[in-house]
């Protein structure tokens, strides 16, 4: 096992009924900005109740930040921080919300001349300023995590960033909030948080028994629980465990100590950044090609994750490897996400050749958890994809 740090410092509120703990645990005399999306909250009644938690504190709001959170968008909330001089953020959303609020956090805090060089100087965000969440779907763990990707359309870019600075001071999560997300975005939340645990546990043995067995049985209970949610979303049973697999699948535990690929998502935002595709439906495309064409390098894995998540006992190793890709392939198709880029959009041709060009153009040296991935590598596992 390697060596590891961890501290993960958000206080998670779980359960139903607990939106009245927001006026407890927002510090007093806060200043709060509210930001959330498109308007899901006011039709789910999420709006409504979170405000009402909110009265003895000076409160202001902007909505309208878009999936993918864009930055030219921020930078108007930017404004809205500086003018009303809030000094407490409240993310109310999903992903897109909660990682828009995190690059506020930091810009608001941020010294130099222009906030984009935060997404571009890959420099961690180590003071921000103080944030919490109440989340409205589950998928990216940015609830529980300390990171976060913006866009920039203008550019056609799509930039990870984070730091220790950018942990929520704490997270609301009612289960309650999945019985009103349409069937697209639970299947996103589904595959998204199984992508989280492959990427950090489909790499090479390292005598990490704990992580390992932790992410196999993160993934068995997503699995277990994906054909029950998508049946009957309204179950409390059902979306307390969609959610709770969400969050544990990415808020550092079972990343420590143990090697990390991250290529499929490095990829994946390529392609969100470029046709706009979902970013858990990039992953579902990228996922056999990158396994397929890593196979003999993530050999022992794949045959552990045959074995111990999909239960494939015949067959010699490789056939155990491949058996397990193509189950992974099937669990995507059974909540309805296609599994090829021709399938998202018709100008596909020369998708790999930019991804190709665009990490070179950035200097990346090598992805995956041995870092030896090189952009020639992407172009091939891209085209895989097609
Ligand atoms: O905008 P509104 O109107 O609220 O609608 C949203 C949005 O259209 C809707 N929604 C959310 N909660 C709802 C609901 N609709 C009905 N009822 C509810 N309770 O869902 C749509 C998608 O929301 P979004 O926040 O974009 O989805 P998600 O949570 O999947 O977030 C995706 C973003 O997170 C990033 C992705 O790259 C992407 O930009 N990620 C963040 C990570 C992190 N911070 O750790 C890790 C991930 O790998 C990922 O990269
Ligand atoms: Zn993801």
Same mark, same amino acid.
């Given at each position: 096992m390697n060596n590891f740090n961890f501290k993960n410092p958000t206080k998670i509120i779980f359960g139903?009924?607990?939106?009245?703990k927001l006026a407890t645990e927002i510090p007093e005399n806060s200043r709060i900005l509210m930001l959330y999306g498109g308007g899901s909250i006011k039709k789910n009644g999420i709006y409504e109740n979170v405000k009402k938690n909110l009265s003895k504190f000076h409160l202001e709001e902007f909505g309208g930040i878009p999936p993918n959170p864009e930055y030219s968008v921020l930078m108007d909330a930017l404004k809205v921080i500086k003018e009303k001089k809030i000094d407490f953020l409240l993310a109310v959303g999903g992903g897109s919300v909660i990682d828009g609020t995190k690059f506020l956090s930091s810009a608001a805090l941020y010294d130099g001349a222009d906030p984009w060089e935060i997404l571009t100087s890959k420099r961690p965000t180590l003071n921000a300023m103080k944030f919490a969440t109440v989340l409205t779907?589950?998928?990216?763990g940015s609830e529980m995590n300390s990171g976060a990707v913006i866009t920039r359309a203008e550019f056609k870019q799509k930039f990870p960033m984070g730091g220790?600075?950018?942990?929520?001071?704490f997270s609301i999560l009612n289960p309650?909030?999945? /019985?009103? %997300?349409?069937e697209r975005q639970l299947a996103n939340g589904l595959a998204d948080s199984f992508t989280h645990v492959l990427e950090q546990?489909?790499? /090479?043995? %390292?005598?990490a028994n704990l992580q390992d067995r932790f992410a196999e049985s993160i993934m068995q209970s997503i699995l277990e629980v994906a054909p029950k949610l998508m049946k009957d979303q309204k179950n409390y049973k059902n979306a307390a465990n969609f959610m709770w697999n969400c969050t544990m699948a990415l808020n550092g535990l079972i990343q420590k100590g143990v090697p990390n690929d991250w290529a499929i998502h490095a990829m994946g935002h390529e392609l969100t950044a470029l046709y706009g595709i979902d970013h858990a439906r990039t992953l579902a495309i990228l996922t056999e090609s990158h396994y397929r064409y890593n196979l003999k390098d993530k050999e022992e894995k794949l045959v552990q994750y045959a074995e111990r998540v999909w239960g494939i006992t015949n067959g010699n190793d490789e056939e155990k490897a491949e058996k397990a890709i193509l189950k992974t392939t099937e669990f995507f198709h059974s909540i309805?996400?296609?599994?090829?880029?021709s399938e998202y959009t018709s100008?596909?041709?020369g998708t790999a050749e930019e991804i190709e060009s665009r990490f070179e153009s950035r200097g990346m040296k090598g992805i995956g958890e041995r870092g030896t991935l090189t952009p020639q590598d992407a172009k091939k596992i891209v085209e895989l994809a097609y």
């Open positions: 139903k009924d607990t939106y009245h779907l589950p998928a990216t220790a600075g950018l942990f929520p001071q309650e909030v999945v /019985y009103s %997300i349409p546990y489909m790499t /090479y043995p %390292i005598d309805g996400i296609k599994t090829k880029l100008e596909f041709k």
